[in-house]
């Protein structure tokens, strides 16, 4: 077998079953084994953003890798911002780059990079393949580099002469990544800073957002009257009826340090403590008030589900205990017909179905209305994890792949939407259950808020070209239909409704353009 | 007047007209003191990748830089791809980037990354604004690294609170950048090797490919026998009626060996020697034959016009030799009606307009009949310069914007169009003059031949589909119509000609879907 094969093989053997692509001709190899297998599904992207996005949507609701394939460093550079978020919600990818051998590196020729730099700057782990020796057990090492610590972003750069060369060995099934485990001493100190009579928040993060970890820190949260608390964008959490009620810290620094003034204590359950997204003049980067200690029951790399189990277990909190638990409320309490953004909310909110996956990238549309969907029939959330726009469009691909008996709903700007606008075609190539709801609004919406807010703001000229995106006027509908996706326009929160019901009914990937007022 | 008024006022000063921007909240004061001053033109695009590959586009005619505005880490790296083309091709390009302040750095928000590592990859040159004191001079100083060495990438990294801060100086106008002249003792020994008996070449890149360079070369060419030749991919070429005519080596390397084997002697005039584009099993990497001479006369970073005239002085060409001069010539001796990429080039090599700009990504489809324009009307063809495909639709727009009395065209198939499509959109918003024209063949056919010459070809399954983007296929008429671009759908070369002809004499964006077979 050659070095491809090999690789493609240990990719097999180690449960990697998706492929996401954008490959190019040193990649040609590899695109042949996968070709050959027919075990490992190929899904290819126009775009490298959507490859990468998508892989990061697939490792959030598989927890467990998709690999990709990328062409050279401008390959790994259009995928860059993409990898960033998967690092920031901690996805575990398995990102495989192609390069050129070594001998012909050094000819410096027209697509010759510095693939490890770039790599490494959005990458846990960087790997050059040295040999087709070694190219199994390298595959197999990235991928426990992948699953290592909660999820990885790992890098592996495949030069083309191994991938073509042959005698390779792949790699069998590799032993799961060791997973760290949070010390006695830890447990038991959190467990009596909880029986303290002060106002406690555990902030919630990881795997303590869903499942077994969610349904634990409810029963934590009822029997100490501790507040459930998540970041303002989490990469993943469970929502909705029969789940515990989880609030979600605000937005800009000076709310945050609002909010948690109400609290003495603040236990970090997965995640960091948190941080102003952007620095504005005058403004806070480190809301926590002095006086709101910080207290860490699992680091973002520890294993929160073991660390929520014995911290319960070292409470003694009694078998009954549940938390409380959502309730269905229907959202639909709809005031006008006008279909505002926050009508678009009650609509979808009153209309999820139950297992539900909601991708958001609405940024300013949805964001004042998250709560909305609170009591709507049990769903996943995803959000944007590392700021960088142009994820959710291809995260919902992912998420549709690794979950394909579950609708996936993504709620997103029309300005987000435009950077990895490509996604639409995947969508429509592998029949992906996604309905797109888009918010056209015709502008940077947040970006005139966030003018504001940094005090930029300069009315002599009016508004900056640059905030504005009517001119000329986008049409989703058109787009949508040009890459094989159908689409309807809705003018009125009763046309959503009809059309957003009947999008529910069928399958296959449905865009709806909101204009929203 | 706060940094990001001092940063603008020293691009005005310093000649820079045109900010391509896709700006966030840490670029907000950029984006007012652009609004407030309404000198410098802004042009958004709604990715990065249009940004930068505009900037190139914009480089390559202006002959000067015209700055971007990215936002952070991530919209650096969706731009990436399009500065690594900048770079191999030599384009002069500011690349503004905001980050955070230091102070909120150490935090590690969402969006933080190591800006400067990722653009070290793509840039000559990497600044990071310390202070708002030095943000005039430093301004400066990256104008003058973009103009250095005949054209460079030059990064300044702006921190949002030097933007916001007041008390700033913007510089005064800078002197140009020195140029390195090129030793006399080369002069004469090339031109004591021109007047050797033997079969020689004349490699030319940079400012020797249009203008006075080429006159010149084309002078020097007639007088000693020697024949003109281009890089198989040039950042800009002048051709066609009344220039001297120029042969484009060939791509693949075993035919550049072939081709270069009539040759004694190669002289670089103002580039570096042929290397393969990607290596290949059993293909050399290098192809100039070990027995013919590469000569420099002109280093990349030197003064090609100088040193061509220089030569032309040492070498006692009479006044009167011009060279031998491309004369018109109908490419338009079309066998069928079928729409073939051959006949394609042929109806635009027939109907190009005086002093058009050809911007070429036709990889495929365009590649083989480069020579059907040789003897068109004088234009200008850009090319591909760094592999990073994506580029040509961007720079369409720079090119447009940069010679804003001329037509151009852009020929891009259709899986090359899509990387960066969002270009059509600032296409329409400022009105450019561009004909786009797709060769929709519904595939990457490039990959299908570089899978063969891989010899990765694997037939036991058919063609992977990794290689077919057909399904779904993609209507260019509805694409360009969503963006505000007109379009219209060509079957035959007869309505190829009609249409094209119509287009050329309108004004404004137009798409033009080639199906061709």
Not at 125 to 140: E, H, L, Q, W
Not at 148 to 158: F, P, S
Not at 298 to 320: F, M, N, V, W, Y
Request: include cysteine; hydrophobic fraction near 40%.
């Amino acid at each position: 077998m050659n070095g491809a094969e090999a690789l493609v093989d240990t990719l097999e053997n180690n449960g990697i079953e998706v492929c996401f692509s954008n490959p190019g001709t040193s990649e040609m190899h590899v695109v042949a084994a996968i070709n050959k297998s027919r075990k490992l599904r190929p899904v290819l992207a126009l775009f490298e953003g959507v490859v990468t996005g998508a892989a990061d949507g697939y490792g959030r609701m598989a927890e467990k890798p998709a690999c990709t394939l990328l062409h050279l460093g401008p390959g790994l550079a259009n995928g860059l911002a993409n990898l960033h978020n998967a690092k920031r919600g901690s996805s575990p990818v398995v990102n495989i780059v192609g390069d050129h051998p070594g001998y012909h590196l050094h000819h410096d020729s027209p697509l010759t990079t510095d693939i490890a730099s770039i790599a490494r700057s959005v990458s846990h782990a960087v790997y050059t393949v040295s040999s087709v020796r070694s190219v199994g057990s390298d595959t197999a090492r990235i991928i426990q580099e992948a699953r290592k610590c909660n999820g990885q972003v790992a890098t592996l750069i495949l030069p083309a002469n191994i991938a073509w060369e042959e005698h390779a060995v792949s790699s069998a099934r590799i032993v799961n990544s060791p997973t760290s485990i949070v010390d006695e001493n830890v447990i038991v100190s959190v467990a009596s800073a909880l029986k303290k009579r002060i106002r406690t928040a555990l902030l919630l993060r990881g795997s303590a957002l869903s499942g077994e970890g969610l349904r634990i820190a409810g029963r934590i949260a009822a029997y100490t009257g501790a507040t459930l608390l998540s970041d303002t964008f989490s990469p993943r959490i469970q929502r909705g009826v029969g789940l515990p009620i989880v609030q979600r810290l605000p937005y800009r620094s000076e709310d945050t340090r609002r909010f948690l003034e109400d609290f003495d204590q603040l236990v970090l359950v997965g995640g960091l403590p948190p941080v102003a997204f952007f620095a504005y003049p005058g403004k806070p980067s480190w809301p926590t008030p002095d006086n709101c200690r910080i207290v860490t029951l699992a680091h973002p790399h520890e294993d929160t589900i073991d660390a929520l189990k014995r911290l319960d277990e070292a409470s003694g909190i009694p078998k009954g205990v549940s938390g409380i638990l959502a309730q269905f409320q229907s959202a639909s309490l709809i005031r006008s017909d006008e279909l505002t953004a926050e009508n678009v909310m009650r609509v979808v909110g009153d209309l999820l179905p139950e297992r539900a996956i909601i991708c958001d990238e609405s940024v300013s549309s949805g964001f004042p209305y998250y709560t909305l969907t609170a009591n709507s029939r049990m769903h996943d959330y995803l959000q944007l994890t590392g700021g960088a726009i142009g994820s959710m469009l291809s995260a919902s691909i992912g998420a549709a792949i690794a979950c394909n008996d579950r609708k996936v709903i993504c709620l997103i700007g029309d300005g987000s939407a435009m950077y990895t606008v490509q996604a639409l075609w995947t969508m429509a190539r592998e029949r992906l259950d996604v309905i797109v709801l888009i918010y056209a609004n015709q502008k940077y919406a947040i970006l005139q808020e966030e003018m504001k807010r940094m005090g930029a703001e300069n009315t002599t000229n009016g508004w900056p070209s640059m905030l504005d995106i009517n001119d000329p006027s986008l049409s989703w509908v058109n787009l949508a239909n040009s890459m094989g996706v159908q689409a309807e326009r809705v003018k009125t929160t009763e046309q959503l409704r009809r059309t957003f019901q009947s999008a529910l009914i069928n399958t296959g990937p449905f865009v709806i353009e909101a204009m929203i007022c």
